[in-house]
């Protein structure tokens, strides 16, 4: 999506390009949430590790 908006943005006349914005900033928040939603769930998972070897 990113890469479409780019190319969009570059490649297009001046009437056409702001079709192109939508689809650019739907594709970074996309790779945003993505990046975000792993980083919460890797720390979680090394909370329950953390636990269970103070519990042992």
Known sequence: ???IAFLGLTFKENK????YVPIGI???Y???E???TRKIN???I???IKNFQ???
Request: aromatic residues 12%; without cysteine; glycine residues 4%.
């Open 1 to 3: 999506m990113i890469l």
């Open 54 to 56: 103070e519990n042992k």
């Open 16 to 19: 056409k390009k702001y079709f």
């Open 26 to 28: 739907t594709g970074i």
């Open 46 to 48: 090394l909370n329950k």
């Open 42 to 44: 890797r720390a979680n």
């Open 34 to 36: 993505r990046e975000y």
């Open 30 to 32: 996309l790779v945003a």
